[in-house]
Nanobody, 122 residues
Framework: QVQLVESGGGLVQPGGSLRLSCAASGSIFSINVMGWYRQAPGKQRELVATITTGGSTNYADLVKGRFAIARDNAKNTMELQMNSLKPEDTAVYYC????????????????WGQGTQVTVSS
């Protein structure tokens, strides 16, 4: 079974920075898209950023220019560097992989981490 584990969340003052990491355990043959999503209290989960195997990135308008997503294909890990954080960035952040578990199976599955809390407050 594939499990994703996020780390790096915490409390930071407005204008500060945090770096989130996501690591996978279990058998993974290939990962297509990786991404970060977030969910604030009382709101729906929303896209933050995604990155393809080739390194193409996509960002939500609210985080463009402040956040940067990166991945290490050899290690199956992903990071999100968050700068100039604002109170409205407060949310639980989830990592996401679209992955294939073995070369013998053609199916791709979506995997989610448990989430890490990011709180931006003075």
């Amino acid at each position: 079974q594939v499990q994703l584990v996020e780390s790096g969340g915490g409390l930071v003052q407005p204008g500060g920075s945090l770096r989130l990491s996501c690591a996978a355990s279990g058998s993974i043959f290939s990962i297509n898209v990786m991404g970060w999503y977030r969910q604030a209290p009382g709101k729906q989960r929303e896209l933050v950023a995604t990155i393809t195997t080739g390194g193409s990135t996509n960002y939500a308008d609210l985080v463009k220019g402040r956040f940067a997503i990166a991945r290490d294909n050899a290690k199956n890990t992903m990071e999100l560097q968050m700068n100039s954080l604002k109170p409205e960035d407060t949310a639980v952040y989830y990592c996401y992989y679209n992955a294939r578990r073995s070369s013998s199976s053609p199916f791709w599955y979506d995997y989610w981490g448990q989430g890490t809390q990011v709180t931006v407050s003075s």
